[in-house]
């Protein structure tokens, strides 16, 4: 089944915003484009996937995203993660994809066998939408549409809720799927104390991420996380 998946990015110079108070803007910035590069990564490396699109209206993000299966579709509204995806899922109708995955650039962990294994999972069982939540049951770190345009995305704050909802009133076949390394995206503090967490216990996967966490637990940023999402 032809399958693109669909990255939305921000620029890196002003993303993240609410880990200002613990991080520095270079920091910051080094940390969200070390998590996009392991994201691309970890999707160029998923078999289930024909192509790439990332969303966005930042040069520097664009340049990032080179290389074979990916496409830069210009984000000319800026107006969310949400409106984002609908660009991607415009393209996706328009080339003849038959299902479209919706993954934030802010999940590093991502691993592309068990990815592998959620679409064929769902082709086999005629899933129409199927829903990955965070780490706090509550907000959505994937979504995958078959086909696409029969489903409108909803990202925020209560967004797996409201796309169950959803899914229920279109009467589509839908479920949520567990999948762990899809679990970690960072909004706040808390977000990358657990996400540190893991990737610390871990050697395997993110490596640019977990490059970029080095560094900044050598300027001290690690106890700074921790004290603000303890805070928190």
Known sequence: MRTLAIVPIKSFDVAKQRLSESLASGG???LVQAMFSDVLGALRRTEGIEAIAVVTADAEAASAATGERMVVLHDDRSAGQSAATEIGIKYALERGFQRVLLVPGDTPLLNPPELD???ERCERDGVGVAI???RH?????????????????SFGPGSLERHLAQARERELVHRVEALSSLEHDVDTPGDL????????D???????????????????ARE?????????
């Not at 049951?137 to 409108?152: E, R, S």
């Not at 871990?202 to 001290?220: C, E, P």
């Open 224 to 232: 700074a996380i921790v004290g603000a999402a303890v805070e928190a």
């Open 28 to 30: 910051r910035r080094s």
């Open 193 to 200: 104390a657990a996400l540190w967490s893991v990737v610390a």
């Open 137 to 153: 049951g509550t907000g959505t770190n994937g979504l995958l549409i078959t086909p696409p345009g029969t489903f409108d995305p």
């Open 132 to 134: 990955v939540a965070d």
């Open 117 to 119: 294994e959620l679409l």
């Open 202 to 220: 871990s050697r395997r996967g993110a490596q640019r991420t977990r490059g970029a966490l080095s560094q900044l637990d050598r300027a001290g």
